[in-house]
């Protein structure tokens, strides 16, 4: 079986997912939980840069998850028809990370509000953007005249904002369309109606990467150092 090494939520593996899902890759999550299983995966010698997300597959070990998302698209044939069509998947990738990046911080928030504010500012930025490139390639598609994994990335940061904030694609037609012509992908779909989807990411995640990692938890919360030993 195919093994995504993360803690348990969705975090910075979640792309990975989606592609692995999308090029119809059965994979199971397998979580690290504690200090000690951390540590018990650092003696394996499977962390190539001491850093998870981890995906074991094709009888090799690989992190980064730009990496992962890369190694999988072009396993999935999701990287465009020819060199232009790659690289505005990897501009439009690396823009997404940047969008992605304050729905992903949401759950660290002090409040939801102060989290969704900071996705709108985000969204602000970035959503003119991609709604213009998508008019002017005018397929449905973001690259090209078929599915890459730039689609695939961007409706996966999209869907993560309008589950804070249901109107935030209004004035984005384009991108509403695109969000639900993705998650609409048979892989896709089935993955999000599974076991492995991790439902939005709340305190229980927070506390749970603090305390494997042993780090302090955002200062609003509880006994911030509660984890942090020594």
């Not at 190539?48 to 074991?56: I, M, V, Y």
């Not at 969704?116 to 969204?123: A, I, N, T």
Request: glycine letters at 8%.
């Amino acid at each position: 079986m195919i093994k995504l090494h993360y803690f348990a939520g969705r975090g910075r593996a979640e792309t990975t997912r989606w592609m692995l899902a999308a090029c119809e890759i059965a994979f199971q999550n397998a979580v690290v939980q504690s200090p000690a299983e951390l540590a018990a995966l650092r003696v394996s010698g499977k962390l190539p840069f001491d850093q998870l997300p981890l995906l074991e597959i094709d009888n090799q070990c690989i992190s980064q998850s730009t990496a992962l998302i890369r190694y999988l698209a072009r396993r999935g044939d999701f990287y465009g028809d020819n060199n232009n069509d790659a690289l505005w998947c990897d501009m439009v990738a690396g823009t997404v990370a940047d969008l992605a990046e304050a729905a992903m911080q949401a759950a660290f928030q002090a409040d939801t509000g102060l989290a969704v504010s900071m996705m709108q500012s985000r969204l602000d930025k970035f959503g003119p953007r991609f709604e213009s490139r998508l008019g002017q390639v005018g397929t449905g598609f973001i690259v090209g005249s078929r599915v890459t994994f730039a689609d695939i990335v961007l409706a996966s940061a999209l869907t993560d904002y309008l589950e804070l904030a249901p109107s935030c694609l209004q004035g984005y037609p384009l991108l509403t369309q695109l969000q639900t012509r993705i998650t609409g992908l048979p892989g896709i779909a089935r993955y999000l109606d599974s076991p492995e989807r991790y439902p939005v990411p709340g305190d229980e995640y927070v506390m749970s990467v603090a305390r494997v990692l042993q780090r302090p938890l955002p200062s609003h919360m509880a006994d911030p150092n509660q984890f942090v030993v020594g």
